[in-house]
């Protein structure tokens, strides 16, 4: 979101896997959040813009190290503050 109203898909560099806890999952749903509601109405403008959405479900995930009791590929629910 570049300013109130002005929401945009913009491509961005792909994500890697740095850290041991990493892991990233192929998104098959997405959505956005009451709390994404507040920007849109009063964001003031920004050059570089804001990440809007945080809530998701996916799958296929690849990790730096394997999770007990996780397998790749199972769906799981995804949030980021």
Do not use: F
């Amino acid at each position: 979101m570049c300013r109130a109203g002005d929401v945009r898909v913009q491509n961005v560099p792909d994500a890697q896997l740095v850290k041991p806890t990493d892991a990233l999952v192929r998104i098959t749903r997405a959505c956005i959040c009451g709390s994404d509601l507040w920007p849109y109405k009063e964001m003031e403008p920004s050059e570089t813009g804001r990440p809007m959405g945080h809530e998701a479900i996916g799958g296929d995930s690849r990790r730096r190290r394997p999770l007990p009791r996780t397998p790749d590929g199972d769906d799981r629910p995804v949030a980021s503050n």
